[in-house]
């Protein structure tokens, strides 16, 4: 099992540019939000269909998924976890709000576009491949390494 440590270290190799820094900064919180922007688009009754129950406090795919990559948070300590919880948090808040003011899912699309597009563009600036090509788990050290390097 990769320590958190061992995440970052790998995760830094494809983001030595300052200009793709900077674009990761923006990008990485805001697909992180779109994506649970998408997830609070998808309607409880689908939960209830899918699943068969009804639970007022799971009240959309954003709060079970969130549960579920928590997990892989907490695996890389509990420091970590607070920190990403607390980001989720502010994500499923936010979307909330969003969603009283404009249409969550056509908003979190766009955002989910443009925020992947200068992705792309800070990677071709770095010269590098994105590093969730070599491992899917990077979507969620993304977020992670971007809550870290913002902390200091």
């Given amino acids: 099992m990769k ?3 061992d995440w970052f270290d790998d995760y830094a190799v494809s983001h030595q540019n300052h ?5 990761h900064y923006i990008c990485v919180p805001a697909i992180f939000f779109s994506v649970i922007g998408l997830l609070m688009s998808i309607p409880t009754t689908f939960i209830e269909e899918t ?7 799971i009240e959309n795919w954003a709060v079970v998924v969130a549960i579920f990559i928590s997990f892989f948070y907490l695996r890389l300590g ?7 919880l607390f980001f989720i948090l502010l994500a499923i808040i936010g979307n909330y709000w969003l969603g009283n003011n404009v249409n969550l899912l056509y908003t979190s699309i766009g955002i989910f576009i443009v925020a992947w597009i200068g992705q792309f563009y800070g990677h071709k600036v ?5 590093s969730f090509i070599k491992d899917l788990q990077f ?8 809550v870290k390097k913002l902390g200091k």
Avoid: C, D, H, R
């Fill in 3 to 5: 320590s958190a440590q």
């Fill in 126 to 130: 770095e010269g590098k491949k994105p």
């Fill in 19 to 23: 200009t793709n820094q900077i674009i």
């Fill in 51 to 57: 699943l068969g129950l009804y639970n007022p406090l």
């Fill in 78 to 84: 509990f420091w970590y976890f607070l920190q990403m």
């Fill in 139 to 146: 979507l969620l050290i993304g977020p992670l390494w971007v």
